[in-house]
């Protein structure tokens, strides 16, 4: 089993930055991908970022060029910097890593962006 443990998440306003961290404990050896999701009311849970082991990325197109998403992975922590935040970023954002075929999800982190 692999816990995940989210943190950085808060009440921001548009154009303001945020940090969310993702610590992997347990069995968290040999994780391939480490990634963020994101839900806001509503709505159906959707991509944002993903990282992989050799420190590939991807992203969603609408947070391109404002978000950066990185790993460490002796630490097995996944990070994502969230600049130019606007009011459409606002939901739940899910941290997740994957191995040995299982994926395993943080508990979620507010993001909420307003003025």
């Known amino acids: 089993q692999v816990q995940l443990v989210e943190s950085g998440g808060g009440l921001v306003q548009p154009g303001g930055s945020l940090r969310l961290s993702c610590a992997a404990s347990g069995s968290a050896a040999s994780i391939v991908f480490m990634g963020w999701n994101r839900q806001a009311p509503g709505k159906q849970r959707e991509f944002v970022a993903s990282?992989?082991?050799?420190?590939?990325?991807d992203y969603a197109n609408s947070v391109k060029g404002r978000f950066t998403i990185s790993r460490d992975n002796a630490k097995n922590t996944e990070y994502l910097q969230m600049n130019s935040l606007e009011p459409e970023d606002t939901a739940v954002y899910y941290c997740?890593?994957?191995?040995?075929?299982?994926?395993?999800w943080g508990q979620g982190t507010q993001v909420t962006v307003s003025s």
């Open positions: 990282i992989s082991s050799g420190g590939r990325t």
């Open positions: 997740y890593a994957q191995r040995g075929g299982a994926t395993y």
